[in-house]
């Protein structure tokens, strides 16, 4: 499959795009098309292809089938062999391990791009101390990357992979070298960054809350395929799959049954809710964290068990199974703290109970 660039006006797409090491294969038929000035996040655990498809949106890689094309130019197409490499791409990339040099000062490595275009030096000079302002390091140009500390450091790698101004820029985990706080705070500053230039960017990582806070698109991706393609809200507001929303970390999955009146818990006793009319096979859904109220435990709640239990900043998020259906793992919030083996009543709110599309057969 081959984009025709006179119809796609995206600043990234990939048509059929798949990957085989020798006989295996990484990716399976990606595609994608992303709009001038929008962030794409691919997102998914590891192993699942997010470095791969990054690398041949780089050309790092070049791929097995498929077809890839920046700003409406074919840069990789194996149908015909076509192939650009990296540096004819005008691309800017941020690794996870920061790739600095570490013998050049910080204003030497963020300048080193311009150079290799033949920059001359008073432009370049010029466009590094601009790059680096940007990311709030114009004291530091003459330090060593050493002497910088691992968010500063990487502050110098993204002032790298925006001095020229790449048409797209390609982030690989950046921020998963750094600790949880100054992560946090690195997300909100890389975003705005990402829209005050009005860079179009293509993000990986396994940390879905980086995904939603950063992206216009998210990819989720599993097994070397795309599994759902949305925006943040779209994602939280309606997974494609039980696998989606349990990546995601929106709630509890359950499979049901339909036994006379009642939707419930498969396997067990345990009933959810009054079945409609209409629904007959058996389903899988999701039950968001927010649709659970727990409090003490009372006839008309489901009585579960603590299983563990952790400080979110918002409450205490606990995982529970439920007692009479053990295998069902639900998640709630609490503003109380719960300990493993705490009995809890959990009221459910019926109408924020997501159902997913694809009926659950039963073992004949
Ligand atoms: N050079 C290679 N030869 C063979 N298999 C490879 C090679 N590089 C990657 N793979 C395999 O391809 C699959 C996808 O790897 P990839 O690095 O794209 O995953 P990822 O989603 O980025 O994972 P992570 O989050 O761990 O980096 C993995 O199963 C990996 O083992």
């Known amino acids: 499959m081959t984009i025709d660039p006179s119809t796609s006006n995206a600043a990234v797409s990939a048509a059929g795009l798949e990957l085989h090491y020798g006989a295996t294969p990484v990716l399976r038929g990606i595609d994608l098309s992303l709009g001038q000035g929008k962030t794409l ?94 990311v709030g390091l114009s004291a530091y140009a003459g330090r060593r990357p050493s002497d910088l500390s691992g968010g500063q450091q990487q502050r110098v790698a993204i002032a790298r992979a925006i001095v020229a101004e790449p048409q797209l820029i390609l982030f690989d985990e950046p921020l998963s070298n750094l600790d949880r706080e100054l992560r946090e705070n690195m997300v909100g500053e890389l975003a705005e960054l990402i829209a005050s230039l009005g860079l179009t960017a293509i993000y990986v990582t396994h940390d879905h809350s980086e995904a939603l806070t950063l992206a216009d698109q998210v990819a989720v991706m599993r097994g070397g395929l795309i599994e759902q393609l949305a925006t943040p809200d779209e994602l939280v507001a309606q997974p494609a799959t039980p696998e989606v929303a349990d990546f995601l970390r929106l709630g509890g999955i359950a499979e049901l049954e339909r036994r006379d009146a009642c939707w419930v818990f498969r396997n067990s006793d345990i009933a959810l809710m009054r079945a409609d009319e209409g629904r007959t096979d058996n389903s899988r859904v999701l039950i968001p964290v927010a649709a659970i109220t727990p409090g003490d435990i009372q006839p008309d709640r489901l009585a579960a068990t603590v299983l563990r239990s952790q400080f979110r900043g918002d409450g205490h998020l606990a995982t529970v199974s439920l007692i009479g259906a053990d295998h069902v793992e639900l998640q709630v919030l609490s503003r109380h703290k719960l300990k493993p083996g705490d009995g809890v009543g959990l009221l459910i709110d019926h109408d924020q109970i997501r159902w997913f599309a694809h009926p659950v057969h039963s073992p004949q």
């Not at 791929?63 to 540096?87: H, L, M």
């Not at 691309?91 to 920061?98: A, E, I, P």
């Not at 040099?101 to 010029?126: K, Q, Y």
Request: charged share 20%.
């Open 41 to 134: 996040a691919l997102l998914g655990p590891s192993g699942c292809g997010k470095t791969t498809l990054l690398r041949l949106v780089a050309g790092l890689l070049a791929p097995s089938k498929g077809s890839v094309a920046i700003a409406g130019q074919i840069v990789a197409d194996a149908a015909t062999n076509a192939f650009s490499p990296p540096e004819k791409r005008n691309l800017g990339m941020v690794f996870q391990d920061y790739a600095l040099w570490p013998h050049m000062t910080v204003g030497g490595n963020v300048s080193f791009p311009l150079e290799m275009r033949g920059v001359s030096r008073a432009d370049r000079e010029r466009r590094t101390l601009h790059a680096l302002d940007r």
